[in-house]
């Protein structure tokens, strides 16, 4: 470790005095801690939170963000190196680790405070008030599309301006020259009128006593030379050449293996364990039993039941002696709930408006109703869903001499912290947590159940032990996208003009404006009833906009066909006060060449959804033949404000896409006799490279707020693909799966 980089970290007053925005030691908070553990490297300087500058020049960018393939590290990078003025080949990053010192502030920044331009003297101040909130809520969660959009917008561009004014301001101190003529390009600083210029790693350790600007000046878009540029992302080749570490590839000495089962029913124990076969097979070692388990939290709160575990000297053995267990299970009362128990509740309880609540109310419905020429009604509804990550459940966790080290792929690494300590009686001090990367989260990896079971396994045997669940406990055991129930009522004037609209459904979730409908009417009624199941259920990409996109996007058509008009040109004349939406839904139309006649069986649909702070229309062409469904082409138009990294913006709305259409084609979780049937890709299948359309993505640059990315892309496919599915059929599908419906009878389409 370099000794005078070091000494300059921990004594510099900036990390343990005054205030202000980049990130250490800000109001009323303290980050020091254990951040001098980063500072590893001769001549290393951690200059601020999230960066480091070596003696070779090379800036190191430190992401408090997983990596599940949406490759957030590499658009941060580029966010950060940008607005440092860094040499794009000199620059790294490393992700943080999972200590309090790197709760991500940021996020609630972003959550509270997006768009509120603070006065100077008051942004440390506030800044140290919500890293105190984010360490108090364990907050190092990935999802929501928050990277970039909170990450990005309010950390990476700030501490990356705060560091180069930093280094300008040491090297004029240096130089004996105004600061003013010190610029940054390229991870050199330079003095023109002398002809001076030193690289960066020349005044790290100077610029790193300085305190950083509470607001430094932000680049303009049209200064940025890698935020919106195709650069090469840095998680690929360890991903191709197989050097990447993910959690199932951790091996530790003296390791054993363990699988687990939980009770069929939800919220069901164990009431008893015959385990004399399990332990009759080789390599079979313990059986073993699981305590509940559960915490409450802001982001990855969860509840989970008793289990059963059987731990082995492989995996193999494991599965074999779980599959031997005679295993009597509690009884809570839900033994004999059915689906169609579920629905039929969802009916009864939207019927009864018992306690409606209501997202937003305006104008007179009820009189617009009783004036509407025609009024249309439908009910619509989407099955629960599971995420079947393509990497299940998995955690290694050590538990020895009151503490306990794990490896796990987490997307909320403090979260499962905390979860883990809480399961152990444990200090949360004694926990650490190595987190790798994931094979797919999409939410389910915000929930730590499955790494407590690793935990409580490990202090039970004494020994380090790899936890695996199979694919049927991932499937059976899910935190699912809810099933929902939702029902329309919009009201026609003589003209044709949407003049009401009224929709009440079960179970609010976040975000809070998923229900809500871009388009203008003059009177809209838009609530929700409580209607509670035993089904757990967690965030699923997208989370309600996933549902509420497809109900929404999917009537909206039925009116526009009920007014005899054409679905995008409905659209787009109620989006006279929305341009920029009215801009990606032309975009969308014109590149997909909507209007342009099809063949016969073919069909054209089209959606819009504003989420997470971006906006997508999307233009689905399917076949139908012989009632199967095929999806020839999908046509997206985004404007995620900037497109900080173009590939990867693309990556992901393709990505969102080929999700949605799993579930649209294919995604049910059905629940018999308390329990899910489901159990495997044979009964649960996922879209295959064979059924995959061609997808084109049509990127617009608007100078908006930057948006989210992982999860936009996914709420419009179904509607787009239900809509197409009605212009080629004339069938108007209300549910999902597309998969139940039997296009051979038309009285199918009705029977919501």
């Not at 074999?320 to 709930?337: H, M, P, S």
Request: charged share 20%.
């Amino acid at each position: 470790m370099g000794k005078w980089t070091r000494r300059a970290f921990l004594t510099t007053g900036a990390l343990v005095g005054g205030g202000f925005i980049a990130g250490i030691a800000v109001r009323p908070g303290n980050r020091a801690g254990a951040l001098g553990a980063l500072v590893e490297g001769e001549g290393e300087t951690l200059v601020q939170t999230w960066v480091k500058i070596g003696a070779d020049n090379t800036v190191t960018v430190i992401v408090p963000h997983s990596e599940m393939g949406q490759g957030a590290g590499t658009a941060l990078t580029q966010m950060l190196a940008d607005e440092l003025e860094a040499d794009w080949d000199l620059v790294r990053f490393e992700y943080a680790p999972a200590i309090p010192e790197f709760a991500n502030h940021p996020i609630a920044k972003g959550l509270l405070l997006a768009g509120v331009d603070l006065p100077e003297m008051i942004v440390p101040t506030v800044d140290g008030i919500l890293i105190h909130a984010a360490q108090a809520l364990d907050l190092q969660i990935t999802g929501g599309s928050m990277s970039i959009r909170s990450t990005g917008v309010y950390g990476m561009r700030v501490a990356g301006a705060a560091v180069k004014e930093m280094l300008q301001t040491a090297a004029a101190e240096a130089w004996d020259v105004p600061v003013a003529e010190v610029i940054a390009r390229d991870s050199q600083l330079i003095h023109e009128p002398s002809g001076r210029s030193e690289p960066f790693a020349s005044f790290a350790t100077a610029a790193s006593e300085r305190t950083p600007p509470a607001k430094p000046t932000l680049k303009s878009a049209d200064e940025f030379r890698i935020m919106g540029h195709h650069v090469e992302r840095h998680d690929i080749p360890p991903k191709v050449d197989g050097s990447a570490t993910f959690a199932l590839d951790v091996q530790v000495p003296g390791m054993v293996y363990a699988t687990v089962r939980r009770a069929p029913t939800f919220g069901g124990g164990v009431a008893g364990v015959d385990d004399v076969k399990a332990r009759a097979i080789p390599g079979v070692l313990d059986v073993v039993p699981l305590a509940s388990s559960g915490i409450s939290a802001v982001v990855g709160g969860y509840e989970a039941a008793e289990a059963v575990a059987v731990v082995a000297t492989g995996y193999w053995p494991a599965k074999q002696g779980l599959d031997a267990l005679e295993i009597e299970w509690t009884k809570t009362g839900n033994e004999g709930v059915s689906t169609e128990d579920l629905f039929a509740q969802f009916a009864r309880d939207i019927d009864a408006r018992v306690e409606r609540q209501t997202d937003v109310v305006e104008g007179d419905v009820e009189a617009a109703f009783a004036n509407a020429a025609q009024v249309l009604e439908a009910d619509y509804r989407v099955p629960y869903l599971a995420h079947t990550c393509m990497e299940p459940m998995n955690a290694v966790a050590a538990v020895e001499n009151g503490r306990c080290e794990m490896w796990v792929g987490s997307q909320s690494p403090l979260g499962f912290r905390k979860a883990v300590a809480t399961a152990l009686g444990f200090e949360v001090e004694n926990v650490t947590v190595h987190n790798h990367f994931m094979g797919g989260g999409f939410g389910r990896k915000s929930r730590a159940d499955f790494a407590v079971q690793a935990a409580q396994i490990s202090a039970a045997v004494g020994k380090p032990v790899k936890l695996i669940w199979s694919r049927e406990e991932d499937v059976r055991q899910d935190y699912y996208r809810p099933a929902i129930l939702s029902r329309f009522r919009a009201g026609l004037d003589e003209n044709g003009d949407l003049i009401a609209w009224e929709n009440t459904y079960v179970d609010k979730g976040e975000p809070v404006e998923a229900p809500l409908i871009p388009y203008t009417v003059a009177a809209r009624d838009i609530g929700y009833v409580d209607s509670p199941t035993h089904v757990p259920f967690g965030a699923w990409r997208s989370v309600d906009h996933s549902q509420h996109g497809f109900f929404t996007e999917s009537f909206i058509d039925e009116v526009a066909v009920a007014a005899n008009q054409d679905p995008y040109a409905f659209r787009a004349a109620r989006l006279k006060d929305e341009p920029r939406l009215l801009r990606v839904l032309r975009t969308a139309a014109e590149k997909a060449d909507w209007g342009t006649p099809l063949g016969q069986g073919r069909g054209r649909g089209i959606s819009l959804q504003a989420s997470f702070g971006s906006v997508v229309a999307q233009v689905v062409e399917v076949t139908v033949e012989d009632g199967d469904v095929r999806v020839d082409r999908v046509v997206a138009a985004v404007d995620a404000g900037l497109a900080v990294s173009p590939d990867g913006l693309t990556a992901q709305i393709e990505s969102g896409i080929a999700y949605g259409l799993t579930a649209a084609l294919y995604g049910e979780i059905t629940i018999r006799d308390g329990a899910v049937e489901q159990s495997n890709f044979h009964d649960y299948p996922a879209l295959r490279m064979s059924a995959a359309p061609k997808i084109e993505t049509h990127i617009i640059n608007s100078g908006e707020a930057i948006g989210g990315a992982g999860e936009p892309g996914t709420p419009g496919i179904a509607p787009a693909l239900a809509n197409a599915v009605y212009d080629a059929t004339g069938l108007r599908v209300r549910q999902m799966p597309m998969s139940g419906v039997d296009f051979e009878n038309a009285d199918r389409e009705t029977a919501v």
